[in-house]
């Protein structure tokens, strides 16, 4: 069955720089594209980024265009988000999901990892 | 754009409710829509994908439309059940520009 376990969350100080993680497994990974979502405390969801199923093409919300950073190795399995100059605001559960067609952008859903949580305060 | 969605509703158990997600610019069928549950402590599963189809494993008391005249879309749940009590995302996109979009969520309240 389809997989996909974040890791990488944590309690860091403004400015400062974290990498999450996500693990794919059930599915052939590098057949599909990927996103990351993530929600701030009692808020709703939020787009972050995108990566086509062979990294080529990578696509940002403009709220983290500059400072984050979405890439995979699919030789692993694995999904990363760089996030850089964290700032309050980027507070929250950051979920990864899955593109529900493979070799495509469909810009969906159909899987999600049960997140994990970022804490930015000083 | 935007997708705007009211904030809550709320119905009694085996009745039906409807939550609606207007689009703010561009026609509502010019992307496909998609409604996502989130249980409390919970991450989001998909209920409806491409405006109107339902995955595997969703109860067919389940569903999805689009309406161009108002320009949104509509998730419906009948027989409604206190384990469908949850909030609920709609989410579109602009394939154009590259852009992923939710609704505010709305939470539904089964009394």
């Known amino acids: 069955q389809v997989q996909l376990v974040e890791s990488g969350g944590g309690v860091v100080q403004p400015g400062r720089s974290l990498r999450l993680s996500c693990a794919a497994s059930g599915f052939i990974f590098s057949y599909y594209g990927m996103s990351w979502v993530r929600q701030a405390p009692g808020k709703g969801l939020e787009w972050v980024a995108f990566?086509?199923?062979?990294?080529?093409?990578?696509y940002y919300a403009d709220s983290v265009k500059g400072r984050f950073t979405i890439s995979r190795d699919n030789s692993k399995n694995m999904l990363y988000l760089q996030m850089n100059s964290l700032r309050a605001e980027d507070k929250g559960v950051y979920y990864c999901?899955?593109?529900?067609?493979?070799?495509?952008?469909?810009?969906?859903?159909?899987?999600w990892g049960q997140g994990t949580l970022v804490t930015v305060s000083s | 754009f935007m997708l705007t969605q009211p904030h809550s509703v709320s119905e009694s158990p085996g009745k039906t409710v409807t939550i609606s997600c207007t689009r703010s610019s561009v026609s509502i069928a010019s992307n496909y829509v998609q409604w996502y549950q989130q249980r409390p402590g919970s991450a989001p599963t998909t209920v409806i994908y491409e405006d109107e189809q339902r995955p595997s494993g969703v109860p067919d008391r389940f569903s999805g439309s689009i309406d161009r005249s108002s320009n949104s879309a509509s998730l419906t749940i009948s027989g409604l059940k206190s384990e469908d009590e949850a909030d609920y995302y709609c989410?579109?996109?602009?394939?154009?520009?590259?852009?992923?979009?939710f609704g505010g969520g709305t939470k539904l309240t089964v009394l």
């Open positions: 989410q579109s996109y602009d394939s154009n520009n590259h852009i992923v979009v």
């Open positions: 999901a899955r593109d529900p067609k493979e070799w495509s952008e469909m810009y969906f859903f159909d899987y």
């Open positions: 990566i086509g199923y062979d990294g080529r093409n990578q």
